[in-house]
């Protein structure tokens, strides 16, 4: 329902949920409120995330509207997306691995022809012979790194949601119980609870969305081709503008996933240092336990027995995981800057792959 008034009109919608369409009047409102340059509030109802009184977003969003449901990586069509998109980037990075090994391989077969080591026949047939086995080894192994890398999929969609409810709830208290109004909670005033509402939203948007609002929100904005002002009250070039703000919101938006991807690289560090840690005091014990007369075999075998040292095994795990960090660190800037760039070649789209490709450049770089 929309309350109007003198001076300013007032914008009052329903709120709704994330996961429900909003209704052609909510859309009028929002729509409205935008046009007029009016404050447009949320009337909170039961089955709303939010409290009420809360204001809609410039672009005419509900605040947290891009934030997902717990399970809604499992529904159908997030589901296909998801699979589609975890299978291709994996036969493209086996893909593109194989064919730059591949031309190294025969790089240094030309170079052994050049030093007269091989001849010209003997060479073709060395990368035909290393074609027909390395496609062979990584086909093979192809069905298993895609099904690994789903799993780390899910399970870091899993951590994600669990981050978000467990900041949502009891950290920011804008979930659930929590959710409540102003007077409810002694100390904090509406004004707090906006502002947690606000971190909320920005932890969880959606960068896709959020570069094609921005966009189309800054084109509008223009006050002649190519220039608005930008929030200092300055005038720029709507691209900087653009980059400015889409780097702030990928850099806010892609906090909670990397946290998660990092929550589950450091599971699998410990795992495999766990594994690894465990063998080797099995193996130590089972031959303490035999009886061999044969000296010189163990004395062969000494360094092999030998326990690891726990405080070096300590430093490791420390180092391993201090790199981990640090990389994921630059990674989320680098991320952010490709968002940032893709959203001004491409709004949408341009975001989305602009985080994939500053993602996994800072990854082959430093892991």
Known sequence: MVVGSSNPPLQVVLGSRASSDSSATQCAAESSAIRSNSTAYILGTSASRLGSGLKLKIDGRVPMEDRKAPLSQFRLKSLLLSTFRVVAINISSTLS????????????????????????YEADEMNEEWESREWQKRMDILPKKIGYALLRFHACTALMRFYELIIGRYILCVDGNARLESGSIPGRDNSTYEHSVDVMDKLTRDPFQASLRTSQIL???????????SSDGKETS??????????TTCF???IIPFLAELTVQHGVLLYGYGVYYMEKK???????????????QCKDEQDETE???????ALSILFR????????????????????VGSVIYPGWGAIFGIQIGDTSVGALLD
């Not at 730059?100 to 790089?107: G, K």
């Not at 709507?238 to 780097?247: A, I």
């Not at 326990?307 to 095994?313: K, L």
């Open 307 to 313: 326990p690891v040292d726990e405080t070096a095994y």
């Open 97 to 120: 691995t194989y064919f730059s090994d591949q031309l190294t391989s025969e790089q240094d077969n030309e170079k052994l022809v050049d030093d007269g080591e091989i001849t010209p």
């Open 219 to 229: 084109h509008n904005q223009e006050h002649s081709p190519g220039k608005v002002l």
């Open 282 to 296: 099995r193996r130590r014990k089972e031959r303490e336990m035999s009886s061999s007369d044969d000296d010189e």
């Open 321 to 340: 995981s201090s790199h981990l960090t640090f990389s994921r660190g630059v990674s989320l800037i680098a991320a952010s800057v490709g968002g940032a």
């Open 238 to 247: 709507t691209s900087s503008e653009l980059y400015k703000q889409m780097y």
């Open 252 to 254: 806010w938006a892609n």
